[in-house]
């Protein structure tokens, strides 16, 4: 059973390209996350996400970001018009079901680069 | 003013010696208390998770405590080993607050020989 996946690992950009950040969750798990990770900070809630359902985004950014959890795929995170202070390690993590102690596994990170 | 606060910031400790981290929340109520390590590089990943109604949770070498009355949690680790050097990272789920978690900024720990 593989873990979660999130693709790419690195990712670099210059201002005001798109980033567009993947993340398969593990297999069974339909609930998905997204946490930002600024150098030197802790991990913080962006958005929680059920097959094709934002359930909670008063994470995220009201502008420029966006995110998605199609039926079929992956979730995507999506960043429009890059800037430098989007520069980040963007986590993923999933879990089999909305119970609040369901543990939630972790990606890799995909870790964004703003030139 | 972040609600998870954790000290100390970092520690270095010799190998097979014992270290215990400490983690002050004022998330309340809260559902459930999580202390996760992070390697450098990687993703966190889960240790333990204690209900408000627990006082004590061990994985292995880590054991965790809940004091839900003074709001303060530990993770003690035994026997230490150089694959302990990481993050370690308190993390709370309030109550009504969905499955949005709340990370402390972590513990950097260092196993030396």
């Known amino acids: 059973n593989a873990g979660v996946m999130q693709n790419p690992r690195h990712l670099v950009r210059r201002r005001g390209q798109e980033a567009r950040l993947r993340c398969s969750p593990m297999k069974g798990h339909s609930h998905v996350y997204w946490y930002r990770q600024l150098p030197e900070e802790g991990l913080k809630f962006m958005v929680y996400l059920q097959k094709e359902n934002i359930i909670d985004e008063s994470g995220m950014p009201k502008e420029r970001f966006s995110a998605e959890f199609p039926k079929e795929g992956p979730s995507i995170l999506r960043i429009q018009q890059v800037v430098r202070g989007d520069s980040a390690a963007y986590f993923c993590a999933s879990s089999p079901g909305s119970q609040r102690t369901d543990t939630q596994y972790f990606g890799p990170g995909t870790r964004l680069t703003v030139l | 003013k972040n609600q998870v606060e954790q000290s100390p910031q970092s520690l270095i400790i010799l190998e097979g010696k014992n270290c215990t981290l400490q983690c002050n929340y004022t998330v309340s109520p809260f559902s459930n208390l999580r202390w996760y390590k992070q390697d450098t590089g990687r993703g966190p990943v889960s240790l333990t998770i204690?209900?408000?109604?627990?006082n004590t949770k061990s994985n292995g070498r880590y054991t965790a405590t809940l004091d839900a009355d003074t709001k303060q949690s530990s993770l003690h680790i035994t026997a230490s080993q150089l694959s302990d050097s990481a993050s370690y990272i308190c993390v709370v789920s309030p109550t009504g607050g969905g499955n949005k978690l709340t990370f402390g900024t972590g513990t950097q720990l260092k196993v030396e020989l």
């Open positions: 204690m209900t408000f109604s627990e």
